[in-house]
């Protein structure tokens, strides 16, 4: 009777421990998460995973973020110092943990870049990508790279598209990369406003099948081009439409609330419509917190811009309290320099 007991709470403990390990979760780009599942395989084709004791897998274009249950207790050391993040990232390459070990790497890389430091941000996302030729952080090493040259107004960022479209055609990678590479290229590539539109709407169809969260940031640029070239009433739309959809990705809402914002402040409405816009530029910093720093950025000082056009109460303060977030949270972006100057 004893040893049934005691073979029982083995059982029990065993099943918890099992069960206790399967805390990893995966982001999909359709808004859905996968829950309680542990990561085994994280490649640039497909991301493998273990529920309960059955294996799956889902291609990697259809993943926007994996979230692993250790990562915080593995990495402690390094989750506010990059080069500590550096060390850990290739203690778990040298222990061939490799999904441990890219997601390390790809956030040493952001912290770099977020510190100031390119030269090291790319020198960590060249290691990461020779140490996992055909890794799930491929995709990350070229859209890190392409986002830094592109905010700095490098040609590089153009050479950075057609490489990544060359590797994900090339590798026959999921065409999700392919159309986000295509996408990539349109930004950085020189060309008139109807050239831009009529690229972004090829791109759009293409990517919403293949690609959503592409297919909503090309509207998003194509709904900017729109409105800059006085199509206003049709950028308004596509604004809309994306701020309304459930699944849609921070990055895009917060292009979405900043159009819809910008159409209020540069219009003729008057105070009225200035308090619009500051509700709109104040929604990126309070319902899109994972949206790029660039756009938070640009939302708060705006927000400081449609604060002073409206002059409402506690307006002072909402100036204030918007420029002293963007210049102790963003303080080399182009938006607090030039919050700066005026």
Same mark, same amino acid.
């Not at 040259?149 to 994900?168: F, I, N, P």
């Not at 819809?260 to 009225?272: A, M, P, S, Y």
């Not at 104040?282 to 917190?289: I, K």
């Given at each position: ?13 065993t ?10 979760? /995966?982001? @999909? ?12 395989d %994280? ?5 493998? %995973?273990?529920?309960? &004791? ?18 915080? &207790?593995? %990495? ?9 993040? @550096? ?10 943990? &490799?999904? #441990?070990?890219?997601?390390? +790497? ?5 912290? +770099? ?5 390119? $030269?090291?941000?790319?020198? $960590?996302l ?5 140490? !996992? ?10 859209? @890190?790279? =392409?986002?830094? %040259? ?26 999700? =990369?392919?159309v986000?590479? *295509? =996408? !990539?290229?349109? @930004?950085?590539?020189?060309s ?20 959503p969260?592409? *297919?909503?940031?090309?509207? /998003?640029?194509?709904?900017?081009? #729109?409105?800059?070239t ?5 950028a308004?739309? /596509?604004?809309?439409? /994306?701020?309304?959809?459930?699944s849609?990705?921070d ?13 209020? =402040?540069?219009g ?75």
């Amino acid at each position: 009777m004893t040893s049934k007991i005691l073979a029982a709470a083995s059982f029990a403990l065993t099943f918890v421990v099992a069960a206790t390990a399967q805390s990893d979760k /995966i982001y @999909l780009v359709d808004g859905t998460v996968v829950e309680e599942c542990k990561v085994t395989d %994280y490649g640039v084709r497909t991301v493998r %995973y273990k529920r309960g &004791s059955s294996t799956e897998s889902v291609e990697t274009d259809k993943v926007s973020k994996v979230k692993l249950a250790k990562f915080d &207790s593995v %990495y402690a050391r390094g989750l506010r110092d990059a080069d500590m993040m @550096l060390t850990l990232a290739r203690e778990q390459l040298k222990g061939k943990a &490799s999904v #441990m070990a890219q997601l390390g +790497f790809v956030n040493a890389a952001n912290q +770099f870049f977020d510190q100031g430091n390119a $030269t090291q941000a790319v020198a $960590t996302l060249n290691e990461v990508s020779k140490a !996992f030729p055909e890794g799930a952080a491929q995709p990350d090493v070229f859209r @890190l790279k =392409f986002e830094y %040259y592109m905010g700095v107004g490098s040609r590089d960022a153009l050479t950075v598209a057609k490489r990544y479209e060359q590797q994900a055609i090339g590798g026959a990678w999921p065409d999700g =990369f392919a159309v986000e590479a *295509a =996408f !990539f290229q349109a @930004l950085s590539e020189k060309s008139s406003p109807e050239d831009f539109q009529r690229k972004l709407k090829s791109i759009a169809s293409r990517a919403r099948s293949a690609n959503p969260t592409v *297919a909503g940031r090309a509207n /998003i640029e194509l709904a900017h081009s #729109m409105r800059k070239t006085g199509s206003v009433d049709e950028a308004r739309r /596509i604004y809309e439409g /994306i701020a309304k959809k459930d699944s849609i990705d921070d990055i895009a809402r917060a292009g979405a609330y900043l159009g819809l914002g910008l159409i209020e =402040f540069e219009g003729t409405g008057g105070k009225d419509a200035a308090k619009q816009a500051l509700l709109m530029f104040l929604r990126v910093r309070l319902e899109t917190t994972e949206a790029w720093p660039s756009l938070q950025a640009e939302a708060l000082y705006y927000a400081a811009q449609a604060a002073r056009k409206w002059q409402g109460p506690e307006y002072r303060y909402i100036v204030g309290r918007c420029r002293g977030i963007l210049f102790n949270e963003y303080p080399n972006s182009e938006w607090a320099k030039l919050a700066k100057s005026r």
